[in-house]
């Protein structure tokens, strides 16, 4: 089943529910979406930036700092979170100010854009 066609990529389903991503490159298979966690690693990761919110306003600066770290590798998933703590004003200034400073530091970093650029050299010479 063809779920969407443009600028020579092609996205489907197969028979089977993988869906299916394919340009000149090459193909992507890939079981349910991959920019979503399964439930449980979702509920885990949503208690873990919970967490790193609330260190985030430590009075320690190393360990907002890691905090900071650590929500910058998890970004991608949590973008939601980080923009809507970005803009609580329940949240003490420190929080906000760290939380824009992730998202203006990722803003325009897509992950599947990434996925293919470092996909291309591997793929290239492929018909």
Not at 13 to 30: E, I
Not at 39 to 54: C, I, Y
Not at 77 to 101: F, M, W, Y
Request: net charge positive.
């Amino acid at each position: 089943m063809l779920l969407h066609e443009y600028g020579g990529f092609r996205a489907a389903f197969t028979a089977s529910g993988q869906r299916v991503l394919v340009n000149r490159y090459g193909v992507l298979m890939y079981d349910g979406d991959p920019m979503v966690p399964a439930s449980r690693e979702a509920e885990q990761e949503q208690k873990t930036v919970s967490e790193l919110l609330k260190l985030l306003d430590s009075d320690s600066w190393r360990v907002r700092e890691d905090a900071t770290a650590k929500l910058k590798k998890l970004y991608p998933n949590v973008r939601d979170r980080i923009a809507a703590a970005a803009k609580d004003p329940s949240l003490s200034l420190e929080v906000r100010v760290r939380c824009g400073l992730i998202l203006r530091d990722n803003e325009g970093r897509l992950p599947v854009v990434g996925l293919f650029r470092s996909m291309h050299p591997l793929v290239k010479g492929t018909p």
